[in-house]
C-alpha cells in the first residue's frame, strides 16, 4: 500500500516565493549592474571606456576557471553557506566601487563582484534542490528548476533592458 501524498504547508510555499523572488532581484540587479558598472567607472576616474571595458573583461575571465571549485565547496561546507557567502562577497565588491579609482583597484573589485555572482549562480541551484523535499515527486523537482533557469533568464534580460534604457 502506498502512503498518501504529503502537500506543502503554507511556510513551506512562502519559503519558496521567497527564494524565487531573490533570485529574480538577483538576477534584475546582476543585468543591471554589469552595463552600469561599465558607465560608473568612465564618470568616476579618468580611465578611457575602452580602458575600463578591458578592466572589466579581464577580471571576468579571471572567474573562469572556478565553478569546479565551487562544486567542492558546494558538496564540503553546503550550498547555503556557499550562496550566503557569494552574498557577501558582490556586496563587499560593490560597496568597493566606491573606492576604486585606479586600475587595480577597479580590477579588484569587479573581479570580487564578479567572483560573488559566479559563486551565487553556481551553488544556487543546488539549493534549489536543497529546497526540494524527499516527499517531491521528480516532476514537482523539475519543475522548480526551471522555474530557478526562467527567473534568471528574465531577470539578466530585464536588467540588461533597463539599464540600456537608462
Do not use: N
Not at 76 to 85: K, L, Y
Amino acid at each position: 500500500m502506498t502512503e498518501p501524498k504529503k502537500t506543502r504547508t503554507s511556510t513551506d510555499r512562502r519559503s519558496l516565493f521567497g527564494f524565487f523572488m531573490a533570485l529574480s532581484i538577483d538576477a534584475l540587479g546582476t543585468g543591471l549592474f554589469v552595463p552600469v558598472s561599465l558607465l560608473f567607472f568612465t564618470r568616476t576616474t579618468t580611465l578611457s571606456l575602452s580602458k575600463v571595458g578591458i578592466l572589466l573583461s579581464l577580471a571576468t575571465m579571471a572567474t573562469l576557471p572556478l565553478p569546479p571549485v565551487i562544486g567542492t565547496l558546494v558538496d564540503r561546507f553546503g550550498a547555503r553557506r556557499i550562496v550566503e557567502s557569494a552574498l557577501l562577497c558582490q556586496a563587499a565588491g560593490s560597496f568597493g566601487y566606491l573606492v576604486a579609482h585606479r586600475p587595480l583597484s577597479i580590477f579588484v573589485m569587479v573581479l570580487l563582484t564578479t567572483a560573488g555572482s559566479r559563486f551565487f549562480w553556481c551553488s544556487v541551484f543546488t539549493l534549489a534542490g536543497d529546497l526540494s523535499h524527499a516527499q517531491d515527486d521528480r516532476e514537482q523537482q523539475d519543475r522548480r528548476f526551471a522555474f530557478v533557469g526562467m527567473f534568471q533568464s528574465a531577470g539578466f534580460g530585464l536588467g540588461g533592458t533597463a539599464s540600456g534604457l537608462l
